[in-house]
């Protein structure tokens, strides 16, 4: 850094505190023009409070940003909405372009119907995902998820994460059933098609759910499933069988939604998933999209 940067600088912090060019020209022995020419060319700024550049630069974010690290530069209260906007988007970028990162001598085998799929675990991830040995992930991808499931359970207000479900990320054909992700209480794995890695192509897919538009509308319905089973294992114990826990859960969900009939709810103003399941006795699906969309909103 040499004399005249330091100078410049200096000055700016003089004109942010209400100093005339005058004052500053005196100040730093130089000419008034000079200080105006400054102002001009580092885009000093008195109306929107400190100027970008300079702030910026002092937030400095290393390789090894984790979201603690993030929520700590976001949460500095010298930062203005702009500059904060500017680091969220900065990490996100940047993370979406980390290589995907597993852990090879670790092999997860898990049966999946009648298919049996080798999952790694995902090393460079914020929550617990495997990812199957017969896709190739990109970075971007798996940042979606990732970020995606962190979202939603920040939405849903889940902080206990001890009997979280292992995520496992998986192709359309291991899924056989065609949904774009399914939560299997006995295991509980959380299984997610690797197809909505991408976002526009989640939204395309999620039409029929609660909160179409909402990135976060499948990945919400998956980890309510996920709630339920808990509140079951904390009342009962482990869940062994799972016919014996949807009688339960259907049940209990039937109760929900009749209430909600009673009061006068249109069950089929939630969803067209809800409706169908609905028709079919399902009802812990229906109570479920009840719940995405009194969440979400619209
Ligand atoms: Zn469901």
Known sequence: MNNELKTYEQAETDYMNGFKYKEIAEKYNVLISTVKSWKTRYNWNRKGQKSTRTKMEKVRIQNTTSFDEVEQVVENDN?????????????????????????????????????????????TA???IYVSNNIRLKPKEL???????SESLKKLKISDVDNLPRVVIINSSEMQTGALASYNAVKNVLYIDRTIGSRLKLLELQKDAACPKNVLSTYVHEYIHWMDAQSYRIGYGEIIDSSEYLYWIRHKSKKKI?????????????????????EEGKYDETYTEYRVKKLLGE
């Open 258 to 278: 009749d209430k909600l009939i009673n009061k006068g709810y249109n069950i089929n103003r939630i969803s067209g998933y809800a409706s169908d399941n609905f």
């Open 126 to 128: 914020e929550n617990n």
């Open 143 to 149: 940042h979606t998820i990732d970020l995606s499931i």
């Open 79 to 123: 930062l203005t909405d702009e500059q904060r906007l500017f680091c969220i988007y900065y990490v996100r970028c940047f993370n979406a372009t980390k290589p995907v990162n597993l852990d090879k001598s670790n092999v997860s085998e898990i049966n999946r119907g009648h298919i049996n799929i080798s999952t790694y675990k995902v090393i």
